[in-house]
Structures are given as structure tokens and as C-alpha cells.
């Protein structure tokens, strides 16, 4: 790639970036809305419950079915044929 083409494509990510950045703003979330009516916050023990535990397993139970379901009967590796020299 020339310089041109290198030059191009970072200033078209920079300003992409730039434009994302200034169109984003996390400021604004903390001033609470009317109507905004938030629960309590979750501890360490149940935030790693729920967004790691709960998709581990999940995981393993999806795993499991196919597993478990799975209705083919060629388990074993096929032999593989000698080549005639």
C-alpha cells in the first residue's frame, strides 16, 4: 500500500473514531431521566453468577444435548486407503 492509500485510510478512521466519540455521550447518563427508577446493585458474587457461572453452564448444557442427541453412528476415524505407487 502507498503512502496515499495509508494516509487515506487513517485519516477516514480517525475521523470515524473522532465522529463516534462525539456522538457518544456517557456524560448524559448521569443525570437520572423522570421516570428512571433503578434497582439495587448487584454484589461481586452475583455479578460473576450471572455473566460468567450462568453462561459456563449453559454452555455445558448445550454441549451435553448435542452430545447426549447426537444420532450418528460412525464414531470411529475411517481407515484411510493406501495409494497405489
Request: proline letters at 7%; a neutral charge.
Amino acid at each position: 500500500m502507498d503512502k496515499k492509500n495509508a494516509l487515506r485510510a487513517g485519516a477516514l478512521a480517525a475521523g470515524t473514531t473522532l465522529m463516534m466519540l462525539l456522538m457518544s455521550s456517557p456524560a448524559l447518563a448521569l443525570t437520572p431521566d423522570d421516570g428512571d427508577d433503578p434497582g439495587p446493585g448487584l454484589s461481586v458474587i452475583d455479578t460473576l453468577g450471572l455473566f460468567v457461572v450462568a453462561p459456563l453452564a449453559l454452555f455445558a448444557v448445550i454441549t451435553g444435548l448435542v452430545m447426549v442427541l447426537d444420532g450418528s453412528t460412525d464414531r470411529q476415524p475411517k481407515a484411510k486407503a493406501k495409494a497405489k505407487a
